[in-house]
């Protein structure tokens, strides 16, 4: 008897383990995500600070993934200690508060904002969001993958087009 009942346990566990590898790692609870690798995080920041640099700005430039963790972040030549954190905090908003309504930057966030009615209702600070411009959403595929923010030209426009730039020399490469 207990032969039957070891072998009938054995086909139970062996027919168990099939339908779980046919399922796929979905029914694992596994989520796959997509970011950028370490040297392409890199490249994307010397690209934002080299593209700045060119125009006489002294930028610091910062990437993060959809976690809001920083990948890469490289401070120009003279640019300004305050940049450090407020690259990041641009990074973070564009990687975290874009994504909801589809927008691909901090200013379409801010411009959206601006046209809400005005309220008497507080607004609850959220750590590391800033509404300033010079954060862009890191799109592959139509999909967001991280966030990259610029912060030391002498205004969030001119921040904004270093990112875009250095974006638009790596495009080809995420996928």
């Known amino acids: 008897m207990r032969a039957v009942s070891a072998g009938f346990f054995a086909g139970a566990v062996g027919f168990a383990v099939l339908a779980a590898a046919a399922m796929g790692a979905h029914a694992q609870g596994l989520v796959t995500i997509q970011k950028l690798s370490a040297p ?15 125009k006489g700005y002294a930028v610091t430039a ?16 003279g640019a300004p200690i305050h940049t450090l954190d407020n690259a990041f905090y641009k990074a973070y908003s564009a990687a975290s508060l874009t994504l909801a309504r589809k927008e691909d930057s901090t200013k379409a966030v801010a411009d959206r904002m601006s ?30 993958i ?23 020399k790596i495009q080809d490469r995420m996928k």
């Open 146 to 168: 991280g966030g990259i923010g610029v912060s030391g030209a002498p205004g969030g426009n001119f921040d904004e087009e270093c990112a875009r730039a250095a974006i638009a």
């Open 115 to 144: 046209k809400n009615p005005a309220t008497t209702v507080p607004q609850t600070p959220l750590p590391n969001v800033t509404y300033a411009v010079g954060g862009v959403t890191i799109m592959s595929g139509g999909n967001a």
């Open 62 to 77: 910062a990437v993060v993934d959809l976690d809001g963790a920083r990948q890469a972040l490289l401070r120009g030549n």
């Open 40 to 54: 392409l995080a890199n490249e994307l920041v010397g690209e934002a600070v080299a593209n700045c640099a060119q």
